[in-house]
């Protein structure tokens, strides 16, 4: 691309690989795929319906749709999993984008003129565009390699811990700090998070504000992972404290997300943990209970929604037994 073209049109055509020349009866026409599929696999992309008369989609919208088809065609996806799959990249790719818009702009001096921010910006594109690439391939080997682990039955569903951590007092905290502080805030929470359940060999499932949903493929992992959790929280002084709620059951993963009755008490566990305190269920007490790095300590039943009473357990480390490093 030469300095003359680097204009916002520029930049877009870059990003969009080409010109948006097609109405969306024309790619349907051109990808040979039904107009009601097509609308279903853009919305679950998470892109908003386009008027009839309206020039939006390019030769690589084309190519996607039509790639996509042609995978149920040769029996990979079906029309529920190209939608599946589509609405699962869709929201993990959104929130990607606007972390990468952000991040491109802080890498860019501001002092540039806008002709040179827009060619920075064009030069960092294609790398970023590689390094999800690299990551992609390194979370799919993980991936891959956790299921040639089990038997093909276990490969949607099995016996896993999940946890939820979520921080201590954030709606009173979204009346008392600014935006750009509670961004900050939120920012901090999830990177400690982050960097805590991958260095216990766990698996940052999602994060949605004030909260991180987790998963540990045993019990010790799990609880490792959770109690680390609270104690790097109360250390730090730029985070408040937090509640951790954990469950140990069989859950079906799918698409990145995990769905079970094992979420479910760790949801509920967590809205009735105290500040600091790890809540544990009675099936993922029952793996640790002969472990000697842990106690556990019943606490009262508390009616939940969804549950007329839950017996929580209260874990904690061993007395004089250090956390892992």
Not at 36 to 55: I, K, M
Not at 142 to 155: K, V
Request: aromatic residues 6%.
């Amino acid at each position: 691309m030469t300095d003359a073209a680097l204009t916002p049109a520029a930049l877009e055509r870059e990003l969009l690989g080409g010109e948006r020349r097609y109405t969306r009866l024309e790619v349907v026409e051109l990808a040979g795929v039904p107009l009601e599929h097509t609308q279903e696999l853009w919305r679950a992309l998470g892109f908003a319906d386009v008027d009839d008369d309206v020039c939006n989609f390019t030769d690589r919208d084309v190519w996607a749709l039509r790639t996509v088809v042609d995978l149920g065609a040769q029996g990979f996806l079906d029309d529920e999993m190209q939608v599946s799959m589509a609405r699962a990249l869709g929201q993990s790719l959104a929130r990607l984008a606007d972390w990468q818009l952000a991040a491109l702009g802080s890498m860019i001096d501001p002092s540039l003129e806008s002709d040179a921010a827009m060619r920075r910006a064009t030069e960092l594109v294609p790398i970023v565009e590689d390094l999800i690439g690299y990551v992609w391939r390194r979370h799919l080997a993980a991936a891959a390699g956790r299921a040639l682990a089990t038997s093909g039955e276990e490969f949607a569903s099995g016996a896993i811990g999940v946890g939820f951590a979520d921080l201590v007092g954030f709606t009173s905290l979204t009346r008392e700090i600014d935006d750009t502080e509670l961004g900050d805030l939120v920012e901090r929470f999830e990177s400690v998070a982050s960097d805590i359940v991958a260095a216990g060999g766990g698996r940052m499932i999602k994060s949605i504000g004030d909260e991180v949903l987790f998963v540990g493929d045993d019990a010790a992992t799990i609880a490792e992972i959770g109690l680390a959790l609270s104690e790097q929280a109360a250390a730090r002084e730029d985070l408040p404290d937090v509640r951790v709620g954990l469950a140990y059951g069989t859950v079906l993963s799918r698409l990145g997300d995990v769905y079970g009755e094992p979420v479910n008490l760790a949801s509920r566990l967590t809205s009735i943990a105290r500040p600091g305190s790890v809540l544990v269920d009675r099936d993922l007490a029952a793996e640790l209970e002969n472990d000697p790095r842990w106690r556990l300590r019943r606490v009262p039943p508390r009616p939940v929604r969804g549950y007329a009473l839950l017996q929580p357990l209260r874990l904690r480390r061993a007395e004089g037994e250090p956390a892992a490093e």
